[in-house]
């Protein structure tokens, strides 16, 4: 069969779904009223940023919400509001967005950029474990592409060394681990509303803490160094505006009624390209050896990455797929996106980009994110919300590809 990057006939002509879903009626009408009221701004005596931060908090589980103009600002604000600084180290996974890294330049500290587990690809506890010197003041965990990381052994490492934890659940809306929602199982949790998340307002963020003390602080970092109780013109710290408005928040609110129901089409979807991807054969012939597989997976050629320990809920923000047959990776992205499937590349070790590291990062030996730098690619949102013919399509594209 004849691969459509050589002219062949595509696997796919039909579109994916668009991402953002078309606004529903709910978010029309809460949109409009904010519009019409003039109160625009969070501080103007509108509800519906507080209405957000409130519902955001006790689905976290923790009575603390404040929202932000993004995820990266949340993730600023929150370990400023934890007393990191100058002089500081601060933990970060090696495979994932370079903003949980940038935010801690932004506030002053050094990235410290450590390997993630091989398998499930999230912060490997015992590698962080190892990095940990006198200037660490915090872990950065990232809940990538909605899986929940293992956060009892990540809380277990920063208990022995008095070490604070900030959950980068940027892609995790909804998610829970071992029963129990994420953003809320460290000293504080930032979520996003970035164009390509689960709940989006083209941009925004979402920060919720359990500590009294710790949110006044954050509160304080994201308007202007005021004090909850203090007045309007008083300044005690430093501080930024970093609030959300209310429009963003308007098209926020409502989306949380219709969360669990667009995580569970996306776990429906995953779970068939999963059983899709078991029926794809092994190539009959490739160059070299099967790259290395983790203990009880199949001989199928492409898997999906398993989620980590302890997850109870992946929201599915990206289905992280690994092959395990050597491939011409540029010629594979490309052959993909012509049969009508598109697939991402996904990160790079962040200790790669020179940015940080001039900027000051250290970064470990990181051969577990080095290796999925290769190995690992992405279905991304707006496909998984597709029905049952979509995971067939993902299958068959790769199965044309890898028999090419």
Known sequence: MSLAVNGGTPVRTAPWPSWPPPLDAAQRELVTAVLESGRWGATQGGSACADLTAAFARRSGVPYGIAVGNATLGLFAAL?????????????????????????????????????????????????????????????????????????????????????VVEDAAQAHGATYRGRPVG??????????????????????????????????????????????????GHPSVGWNLRLTEIQAALLLPWLDRLDEEIDH??????????????????????????????????????????????????RHLLMLRLHVPFDRSFLLAAMEAEGVPLDGGYPPLGTLPALTEAGARAEPCPGAEAASHEVLWVRQPMLMDGPAGAAHIAEALAKVLAA
Not at 274 to 284: D, V, W
Not at 296 to 305: D, E, Q, R, S
Request: hydrophobic share 45%.
């Open 80 to 164: 400023r509001g934890l007393g990191v600084g100058p002089g500081d180290e601060v933990i970060v996974p090696a495979y994932t967005f370079v903003a949980t890294a940038t935010a801690v330049l932004l506030a002053g500290a050094t990235p410290v950029i450590v390997d993630v587990d091989p398998v499930d690809l999230h912060l490997s506890a015992s590698a962080t474990e190892a990095a940990v010197t006198p200037r660490t003041t915090a872990i950065i965990s990232v809940h990538l592409a909605g899986s929940p990381a293992d956060m009892d052994a990540l809380n277990a490492v920063a208990a022995r060394h008095g070490l604070a």
């Open 184 to 233: 809320g199982l460290g000293d504080a949790g930032v979520y996003s509303f970035q164009s390509s998340k689960a709940m989006t307002a083209g941009e925004g963020g979402l920060i919720v803490c359990r500590d009294q003390a710790v949110h006044a602080a954050i509160w304080s970092v994201c308007n202007v160094g005021r004090t909850l109780d203090g007045a309007w013109y």
């Open 266 to 315: 996306r776990n429906t979807f995953a779970a068939a390209v999963e059983r899709e991807l078991a029926a794809i054969p092994m190539p009959a012939s490739h160059d070299g050896p099967a790259l290395p597989r983790s203990p009880g997976t199949t001989m199928a050629p492409v898997t999906l990455v398993p989620q980590p320990l302890g997850t109870t809920r992946d929201s």
